[in-house]
């Protein structure tokens, strides 16, 4: 199991800056607040990941995180220049850039090689007055260096941000022009690439895009989504564990089984079309750009080159799938790092220009439907993906035991504090008791196969309402499922499976297996979530961990407790990670958790005392 390195994003900007936010394009990713992690899930999908292909490779085909994946979930600009330039290794010349965009420059203790210190930034940004158009500028300038630093382009360090971003900042009015979403997704794609090798222990990256994906797209392997109607989409799994608690505590095993199970249906395709997302929460400047979405294109930002296939993820666009042509070969850009001084233009360099210049020409690389052949091409493609990649489907057979130390650090949240941050699974042993039941219903049955959608033109995403659901359909945010109500983990599971397709719930009408709307909400029912209280993380302990954010307002995002000190980077690892508790903020969570667990299991031994004693008194009568 892999370390993952979550980073939280940063403290909430001043409103005053906000207009100029939205000329940045990092308006819409600035409203994203904290998304705990399920390292099991993410370690799960790492199995699947294949960097030849830039693919996750599932028995029902290949599928991947795709720019349009990066501007819904976090709404990000993904159509313009690309994110290239000098990097540079002189602390002379960063003082410099420094000086010239901030006023003041950081010191020497201040840096990490060239790097500097997220502490030092959110200091500087906490200190600015914003007296005028260049105080409120430079401010922004360290909330978007924030930004890339924790959830968008964040290492594994967790404590620093690579100051080759800051010469992109200084034209302020063309920040906007670049196209961001194309270069986080690049990062993601090579957090994946690195943590596929056999030797690699953590994974760093955009771990809330690629969550955000596959709670989209495997809707029925996702938590409760707290505020099912948000924008971006990721802020619909904010503080999810605080609703669906017993998520937290999936193995590695149960998402496995779950994709060696998947079947046609349950993977959701065309995961952003009328029916499931409400185009009129969808800010108009995020259409504008989907033009490039499909693009078959190199993914640029810096030294880093990724490829995205979207020749080989037709059907997330709508098209029929065929068999693709042979993958991309990236040659020496890919996996190119940043150690040791490199004092390079990574816009001219011979290893990566062409893939710039592939960039710049990416209108001409948008997917179009292709001509039907006499032979379905969807059976032509699943004959040669099964045939090539069959033998490696099935990884729950190829897997040895599993080794549950990969989940401590979400285990071990909600041990008692007097046992401490040992790596042990007694703290979950009545947690796993309870999710027995799970596994069975972990993947529904098998929804009829759709037919696959045909165009004649040019990918265009469907902005207009027109449903093709029944009107009869549940969706998310059903008030048999808000907090508070008793309905357990199982049965939310066993009621998005098949035979939870007759509803268990009297009069309410019929699930649909197969159709998950992430938008739109059954008429009456309102989540109780919605109407305010008390947010909180209940982070999961993790080796090293120092805080838990508490906000009494939802849509805040205080980073007050979480504090850097300024001794060696590798002591500074934990300040920024979202997984990172408070020992002592903690404490009394867990103890009400821990009584309610008792509490159910002295009514469930009650409940089978009864039910003991009657079918005893049956049996003596019969006989």
């Known amino acids: 199991m892999l370390t993952c390195n979550h980073p939280v994003p940063p403290d909430r900007y001043n409103d005053r800056v906000e207009e100029h936010l939205r000329i940045t394009g990092f308006y819409h990713v600035s409203q994203i607040g904290i998304v705990q992690c399920q390292k099991a899930l993410v370690n799960a999908l790492i199995e699947r990941w294949h960097p030849d292909t830039h693919t996750f490779h599932l028995p029902i085909g290949e599928c991947s995180v795709t720019l349009e994946d990066v501007a819904l979930i976090l709404g990000l600009p993904t159509d313009g220049l690309p994110v290239t330039g000098m990097t540079m290794s002189s602390f002379e010349a960063m003082e410099a850039e420094c000086l010239l965009q901030f006023g003041v420059a950081p010191r020497r203790e201040d840096c990490r090689s060239s790097c500097i210190k997220l502490t030092w930034l959110r200091n500087l940004k906490e200190n600015l007055e914003l007296n005028d158009e260049i105080s409120i500028q430079r401010y922004v300038r360290c909330h978007i260096m924030l930004l890339i630093g924790t959830i968008l382009f964040g290492d594994k360090s967790g404590a620093g941000v690579h100051w080759k971003f800051l010469p992109l900042l200084r034209d302020f009015v063309n920040i906007g022009q670049y196209s961001w979403g ?59 564990e605080r609703g669906d608690r017993r998520y937290r505590y999936l193995k590695l095993a149960h998402f496995r089984k779950a994709f060696d199970e998947l079947q046609e249906g349950q993977f959701v395709w065309v995961a952003y079309a009328v029916d499931r997302v409400d185009p009129n929460i969808i800010p108009a400047e995020i259409y504008m750009q989907s033009v490039i979405w499909s693009a078959t294109v190199p993914l640029v930002s810096f030294e880093c080159i990724e490829w995205h296939a979207t020749d080989r993820l037709r059907r997330q666009f709508g098209f029929v799938q065929g068999v693709p042509s042979q993958e991309q070969n990236l040659d020496k850009a890919h996996g190119e790092i940043l150690t040791g001084p490199k004092n390079l233009n990574w816009a001219t360099t011979p290893t990566h220009s062409k893939w710039v210049m592939h960039w710049t020409n990416r209108y001409h690389y948008v997917l179009s439907e292709l001509p039907m052949p006499s032979q379905h091409p969807l059976d032509t493609y699943l004959n040669w993906y099964r045939s090539k990649y069959g033998a490696c489907l099935a990884l729950s057979n190829l897997a040895g035991e599993e080794n549950d130390e990969g989940n401590q650090d979400l285990d071990v949240g909600n041990e008692d504090m007097d046992e401490g941050n040992e790596e042990t699974d007694e703290g979950s042993q009545d947690m796993d008791e309870d999710n ?113 954010l508490n906000s009494q307002n939802p849509n805040r995002c205080n980073m007050g407790l979480i504090e850097e000190d300024t001794n060696a980077l590798d002591q500074e690892t934990d300040a920024y990670l979202a997984d990172d508790p408070d020992e002592e903020g903690d404490d009394d969570d867990d103890e009400i958790e821990e009584f309610d667990e008792d509490e159910e299991s002295r009514n469930d031994g009650i409940m089978f005392t009864i039910l003991h004693c009657i079918f005893h008194d049956l049996f003596t009568f019969f006989a």
Request: aromatic share 12%; hydrophobic share 30%.
């Open 436 to 548: 027995e039941d799970q596994e069975q219903h972990i993947s529904p049955a098998i929804p009829p196969p759709q037919e696959q959608p045909q165009a004649s033109t040019q990918y265009l995403p469907q902005t207009q309402f027109t449903p093709s659901y029944p009107v009869q359909q549940q969706y998310w945010g059903m008030s048999q499922f808000e907090i508070g109500d008793g309905t357990s983990f199982s049965q939310l599971l066993g009621f998005m499976s098949a035979d939870g397709a007759h509803s268990q719930y009297g009069d309410q009408p019929e699930f649909m297996p197969g159709r998950y709307s992430l938008d739109a909400r059954y008429p009456g029912h309102t989540s109780s979530v919605a109407s305010g209280g008390f947010v909180s993380v209940d982070s999961s302990r993790s080796e090293g961990g120092r805080g838990v």
């Open 182 to 240: 194309s270069a986080c997704l690049a990062h993601l794609y090579k957090a994946l690439c690195r943590a596929s090798r056999y030797n690699c222990k953590e994974i760093d990256g955009p771990l809330t895009l690629l969550l955000g994906w596959a709670w989209i797209r495997l809707p029925y392997l996702s938590p409760l989504p707290r505020e099912p109607r948000s924008f971006p989409l990721a802020n619909r799994w904010r503080n999810w």
